[in-house]
């Protein structure tokens, strides 16, 4: 609070980005952790809340005739714009803003002080979903090829790696240390993904200190050690991700790339992934297309081929068609993704930021629109991941390898997202995914030829927040819509139907009682009357006036119960809510539930990669 110079300023307008002549006027409050601007008005007032992680850069623009305008524009690519009537107050407010947006310290950030009100006991098993042992024992490993090695115990020979690594049986200690040794911050080869179909396996490591000529003994055995681990491969590939000419040009600073006169029984394959610089001008220059006010086809399709956004979405696809898939808590978080380096959780250079697990996701969901029947999870599901990734409400995306999390103890201090989005996980579901559909059974194909391109540009991530740029319901929400009511239906009919048969039994029984009854009085030479009270609906037959003409949904309270309608469903993400433990997107407060949910605030309301792959084929 200490960094908050003016926590509350009035009569701040909130602009229209499509029309500056549409402009909402409110009231703007900085906390420890948010920007929240409060709408005027006694009925449905909304509030927008922006996390401060969440903002990448803030403009202070040229004073006015109104006022002073504000542009922040933010990391899950929100862009808010703000006219503040005084020139000192947003003078005051940027200042703020730019120290509550750059910690200088882990601990400043959103997730130590979060707390979705759960027990020790809850926090402790939203962090044991994901076993990245379990994971490696659903892949066969380890078996007779493969072997857990303590090699790097305490970190001893890579502090970007975890504890425990994967190393072919036949690759000792000495081999793995000389290995490390001679590769770029001592990351040396280790097993990423095992098929245990037919022994096929992906490693990764970074490039080799080879410069012009140099070469390692261990590192050629540690090579050999993968190859052999696959009885039915006589050679493996070593896949460079980078561009061949960036390659050459890095031996020059001794690094390099494994000369194959050196290496027996190796293919060397060259990709063409550009570095983390030209990727983040590209993404830059795609959002600079986005945020146009009124551009035509023409303007529009000729910035984002200017962009190269999509060109370098389609090289990472044909990379990961190569090599195979990724798992982003087994490969990104503990085989040390820098996390906070790339995504500027902390105050640091700013050319080390760079959307490298922005393409990931993206190309992901470019495979969804490829195969939309292959996937049990919707687009809701990637934006909301890439959404936490920025917020730093979740500890999972924090610091830049195991070893810092570990040092900060990251899981007994902050919660697990996977815990959240498992919850919820009923809104992320696919309603087209089929398990039985052939797409789905074996590897996926998509379409790479340049006469097939099929990428698209994802307005679902970029112009999320943008309400008169696309359709505010997506065909797969209003599937789900449609499987939810049927569900409902379905669920209501079976109540009714056990109803029925309730009901059913109890004539039955009346019957029964009825005919015994008479069978008594014959015997003791009494009549029954023929205007007895009617103890069945199917007695009111002859008198249908008085029998209830209404559905079950119409009835009392018990009745009323088995309906379910839209109102009663509850919103998955906690973001928007009237405390201040949620993150960015706009609340229509009318619309809170009184357990203080909100509504979502993305959809609906608003390479730095190791460069060496092998693998044994």
Not at 185 to 211: E, M, T
Not at 427 to 443: A, F, I, M, V
Not at 499 to 516: E, H, I, T
């Amino acid at each position: 609070m200490e960094h908050i110079r003016m926590p509350k300023v009035e009569n701040v307008r909130l602009l229209d980005r499509l029309s500056s002549r549409k402009a909402t006027l409110g009231t703007l409050y900085l906390t420890a952790t948010h920007v929240i601007f409060v709408e005027n008005g006694s009925e449905a007032r909304k509030e927008t809340w922006v996390l401060h992680s969440q903002i990448s850069s803030i403009e202070k623009q040229a004073t006015t005739a109104t006022g002073c305008p504000l542009l922040i524009r933010c990391k899950n690519f929100q862009v808010i714009q703000l006219v503040i009537p005084q020139e000192r107050d947003c003078h005051d407010i940027y200042i703020s803003l730019i120290r509550l947006t750059r910690p200088v310290k882990y601990e400043e950030l959103y997730c130590f002080s979060f707390n979705p009100k759960l027990d020790k006991e809850e926090r402790e098993q939203g962090w044991k979903l994901v076993d990245l042992n379990e994971e490696y024992n659903r892949m066969g490993i380890p078996n007779n090829y493969w072997q857990i090695s303590d090699v790097n115990r305490d970190y001893g020979v890579c502090d970007s790696y975890p504890t425990e690594v994967y190393v072919p049986k036949s690759a000792t200690a000495h081999i793995i240390v000389g290995s490390s040794k001679f590769r770029s911050r001592r990351r040396f080869p280790a097993l990423s993904y095992y098929c245990k179909d037919n022994n096929a396996s992906i490693c990764r490591s970074s490039q080799p200190l080879s410069g012009f000529s140099a070469r390692c003994l261990e590192d050629e055995q540690m090579l050999q050690a993968i190859r052999k681990a696959n009885p039915g491969s006589d050679f493996i590939y070593v896949v460079d991700t980078r561009p061949k000419l960036n390659a050459m040009a890095n031996r020059a600073a001794g690094k390099g790339y494994e000369n194959e006169d050196n290496y027996s029984n190796i293919k060397f394959q060259f990709i063409g992934i550009e570095n983390i610089h030209v990727m983040r001008n590209s993404l830059q220059k795609m959002l600079e297309v986005c945020e146009l006010k009124s551009p035509s086809m023409s303007d529009f399709l000729w910035g984002l081929e200017n962009s190269g956004w999509l060109k370098h979405i389609k090289a990472i696809m044909d990379a990961g068609i190569f090599i195979a898939k990724v798992l982003i808590e087994k490969d990104w978080v503990s085989f040390g993704h820098k996390f906070s380096h790339r995504y500027g959780n902390l105050d640091g250079d700013p050319k080390e930021i760079s959307p490298v697990i922005d393409q990931f996701l993206e190309c992901v969901w470019q495979l969804m629109e490829q195969f939309p029947c292959a996937f049990e999870f919707n687009e809701r599901f990637l934006i909301h991941i890439q959404h936490h990734i920025y917020s730093c409400q979740f500890g999972n995306f924090l610091c830049n390898s195991q070893k810092e999390r570990r040092e900060l103890k990251i899981q007994e201090r902050t919660y697990s997202l996977w815990a959240h989005l498992w919850k919820n996980r009923a809104d992320y579901l696919n309603p087209l995914y089929r398990p039985d559909h052939s797409k789905t059974q074996g590897t996926l194909c998509p379409q790479m030829a340049p006469c097939n391109f099929l990428y698209k540009f994802w307005s679902g991530m970029y112009n999320r927040f943008e309400k008169g740029l696309h359709p505010r319901q997506s065909v797969t929400d209003y599937l789900m819509a449609v499987k939810e009511e049927t569900q409902q239906l379905e669920e209501e009919l079976e109540v009714l139907g056990e109803r029925l048969a309730n009901l059913q039994k109890s004539q039955l029984n009346d019957n029964k009682f009825k005919s015994k009854h008479q069978d008594q009085s014959k015997n003791l030479g009494l009549s029954t009357s023929s205007n007895s009270i009617a103890n069945t609906p199917q007695e009111y037959s002859n008198d249908l006036k008085s029998f209830p003409s209404r559905s079950p949904s119409q009835g009392d309270e018990e009745d009323s119960a088995l309906i379910l309608t839209q109102d009663n469903l509850k919103s998955s993400d906690p973001d928007l809510s009237a405390n201040s433990d949620q993150e960015s997107g706009v609340e229509d407060l009318s619309c809170r539930s009184p357990s203080g949910g909100g509504c979502l605030p993305s959809e609906d309301s608003g390479k730095d990669s190791d460069e060496a792959v092998f693998l044994a084929v």
